[in-house]
């Protein structure tokens, strides 16, 4: 039997800070769409984990 979680946001990366509140999950805040595309690809192949563009300035790095 295989029991953890298995199913996590492991990051959030935005240009918005006024959008993004959050109790657990680190918080990266990128100056321009290019930094934040490039910290989620480095993130994302870091974590294994996968890219979600939220379409509001913010990405989230989610491990599936």
């Known amino acids: 039997m295989d029991i953890g979680i298995k199913e996590d946001i ?3 990366i ?3 800070k006024e ?3 959050s109790g ?4 990266f805040y ?5 930094e934040k595309e490039r910290i989620s690809l480095l993130l994302s192949k ?3 984990g ?3 563009d939220l379409e509001n300035g ?3 790095i989610v491990r599936h």
Do not use: F, G, N, Q
């Open 10 to 12: 492991l990051a959030i």
């Open 14 to 16: 935005t240009t918005e």
């Open 19 to 21: 959008l993004v509140s």
């Open 24 to 27: 657990t999950t680190p918080i």
């Open 30 to 34: 990128a100056r321009d769409e290019e």
């Open 46 to 48: 870091i974590t294994l």
């Open 50 to 52: 996968m890219i979600h």
């Open 58 to 60: 913010s990405y989230i």
